[in-house]
């Protein structure tokens, strides 16, 4: 028991400090977000003291702190949300970072294809079929969806193949609306068909591993092979 209690106390502890975390995060960075918090506060405080001014009751009063914490949480929520956007759409790799944390079953293969520019396709296989996301200069990056294309079309089969172009131009898709995007999408395929369809791809995209140990004998050059090439 005593031990269940600790837990629960660090557990409690540690969400508080989270929440600390996030909350000074978003204030760095949202200039809209401390006046809304404080907003969030006032209001609901401002209408539980005029319930008990106009003696409607003390039992206001809880019921009006419970609501100005909801209210902050609220806030704290959907601006933290969009800050923690802003700041990933600097970093490359950010939106296979995003679908990695979506619920539900998302296999995601970061930079399956990149350029020494940063420009990156990310594989992601799911209820929806196989997906590419691309990040990055849109010329470069289309080549890189074009190619992937081609060499997943051979072996998925009937899944469906989609492709997104990360951005905010017209035919794009904003960092911020990628999760509604892809969750939105019909779910075409079974868990089974997903593993069997994961498994297929992992297979097209192993690279064969040097056996461990020593060359067998058979296998080494002969003697004066490595001086002769040296030679040339």
């Known amino acids: 028991m ?21 909350f000074s995060f978003t204030a760095k960075r949202d200039k809209l977000f401390v006046p809304l918090v404080i907003l ?16 409607f009751g003390l039992m206001w009063i809880p019921v009006g702190i419970l609501l100005a914490l909801l209210a902050v949480l609220i806030v704290l929520n959907l601006r933290s949300n969009k800050a923690m956007m802003a700041e990933a ?3 490359p790799g950010a939106a296979a970072q995003i679908v990695e944390t979506m619920r539900g079953d998302w296999r995601v293969t970061p930079a399956v294809s990149s350029t020494t520019q940063f420009d990156m396709v990310h594989l992601i296989i799911g209820r929806p079929g196989v997906i590419l996301l691309g990040e990055g200069n849109p010329q470069r990056v289309r080549a890189l969806i074009g190619q992937e294309r081609r060499r997943l079309s051979k072996v998925i089969g009937s899944a469906d193949l989609r492709d ?46 040097m056996p461990k140990g020593a060359i067998p004998k058979n296998m080494r050059p002969p003697k004066g092979a490595m001086r002769g090439m040296r030679g040339r």
């Open 2 to 22: 005593a031990k269940a209690q600790e837990q629960e106390k660090a557990g409690f502890g540690t969400r508080l400090r989270q929440i600390g975390m996030v």
């Open 40 to 55: 969030a506060v006032v209001v609901p405080l401002a209408l539980t003291v005029l319930a008990v001014i106009l003696d």
């Open 89 to 91: 759409e600097k970093q």
């Open 164 to 209: 997104f172009m990360l951005g905010n131009d017209e035919g794009e898709v904003p960092l911020i609306k990628l999760r509604s995007t892809l969750t939105r999408l019909p779910r075409t395929l079974s868990g089974k068909e997903v593993n069997a369809l994961d498994k297929r791809l992992k297979a097209l995209t192993a690279r064969p591993q």
